[in-house]
């Protein structure tokens, strides 16, 4: 700020806090015209500071009695007569007020109270705004140096346990923060390729084994007597294991898939493809949906057709005959022998229509037809 707010010497107490607070205030407002504030790394500079005062249990537990108590002090040097009711006056506002302040999954964005946590922390905002910028600069540089991980698509929810998950925190930790499941925080961790800290047993470390060797979920839990939720568990939180079985079962599926339907070919021989489809569908619908061009290079061979020798063309020639001599001597009875035509004589056998271009075939028939139609021309072309 290039202007400063003059105080006359005598204000003390509560007023000269307020005062001071009024200074970081308009140096905050000065500067955020132009700057967006990050809150993931504003809880990073909380938890560095907090750290530096002793006021962290590891890396990442507050010790939330004591910064309660500690800043419950503080807020007090404001209401010394207890005109300022919006600030909490014990140790259980307090710590409300704290959670909305520390706690990513219940963080408010209110201003003031980052503002006055702020002043509380670090005294000024220079002091303040140096840790915010020299944190942007190492972030900067981790990223840099760290290994390049796939694009994450997580919003909402997800983004956030993404997020504390790539600062470190542990999964127990980001559940708690942001009220979900462990399991959860794993699975998304895992979605987007983060591994996470998960405790590898025997029995853990041989379900994976089996599950990428293509085994069944309903297989590897009866092999190793869990339940199927547990493998399905096991297969969303570890890192592209879910790709991995999913590659591996179909890769095995097919092998099994092939081979029992060149067992069925070489059990049934005589067998077409439709007959083998009926001995095993299962094989033929997954074979013919996910491996066609093999089913189509291995299909049962093609029997030759012999419709024609199964026919017995004199013997449907003689029936024919006796029809059509039937149907002539009622023809001629009804309509005369010089009103009979072809189209008539094949209404009354329909069998005619039927074997026309297989007349060569039926001789007695073709004489037959030949005669009775010639000789009715023969008449109605008389002088």
Excluded at 168 to 190: F, I, K, L, N
Excluded at 329 to 346: E, I
Aim: proline share 3%; glycine share 4%.
């Amino acid at each position: 700020m290039d202007e400063s707010i003059p105080i006359e010497n005598d204000l003390t107490g509560a007023v000269a806090n307020w005062v001071d607070f009024g200074h970081l205030v308009l140096e905050a407002a000065h500067k955020l015209q132009a700057v967006h504030i990050d809150y993931d790394r504003l809880h990073r500079i909380y938890i560095q500071a907090l750290y530096e005062l002793g006021l962290m249990k590891g890396n990442h537990s507050f010790r939330i009695c004591e910064i309660a108590k500690q800043y419950l002090d503080f807020l007090d040097r404001f209401n010394t007569h207890g005109k300022f009711g919006s600030l909490p006056s014990t140790a259980t506002d307090c710590g409300h007020h704290l959670s909305s302040v520390l706690y990513p999954g219940h963080v408010s964005r209110h201003p003031l109270r980052h503002l006055l946590f702020i002043h509380w922390l670090f005294g000024d905002w220079p002091s303040f705004w140096s840790a915010y910028d020299a944190d942007r600069t190492q972030s900067s540089a981790r990223q840099s140096a760290a290994k390049p991980r796939r694009q994450s698509h997580a919003t909402g929810a997800n983004a956030l346990v993404i997020d504390l998950v790539t600062q470190g925190r542990s999964a127990s930790e980001v559940a708690r923060a942001c009220c979900v499941d462990v399991h959860t925080v794993q699975s998304w961790a895992a979605k987007d390729g983060i591994a996470v800290c998960v405790r590898r047993t025997a029995l853990r470390s041989a379900i994976i084994k089996s599950l990428r060797q293509g085994r069944s979920k309903e297989w590897v839990a009866r092999q190793h007597r869990v339940s199927v939720q547990t493998i399905t568990r096991i297969l969303l939180t570890e890192v592209d294991l879910h790709e991995q079985w999913r590659e591996a079962l179909w890769q095995r599926t097919r092998v099994q898939a092939r081979t029992q339907w060149l067992r069925n070919m070489k059990s049934h021989p005589t067998y077409g493809n439709k007959q083998l489809r009926v001995l095993d569908p299962a094989i033929y619908a997954w074979l013919y949906r996910n491996d066609r061009q093999w089913l189509c290079e291995n299909s049962a061979a093609q029997l030759p057709s012999n419709h024609s020798s199964r026919v017995d063309w004199r013997h449907r020639d003689a029936l024919l005959v006796q029809q059509v001599q039937g149907s002539l001597l009622t023809l001629c009875t009804v309509y005369g022998s010089n009103q009979l035509t072809h189209q008539a004589l094949c209404q009354e056998v329909p069998a005619l229509l039927q074997y026309a271009s297989k007349l060569d075939k039926l001789p007695l028939t073709r004489q037959l037809l030949e005669r009775c139609l010639v000789r009715r021309r023969t008449r109605n072309t008389r002088p």
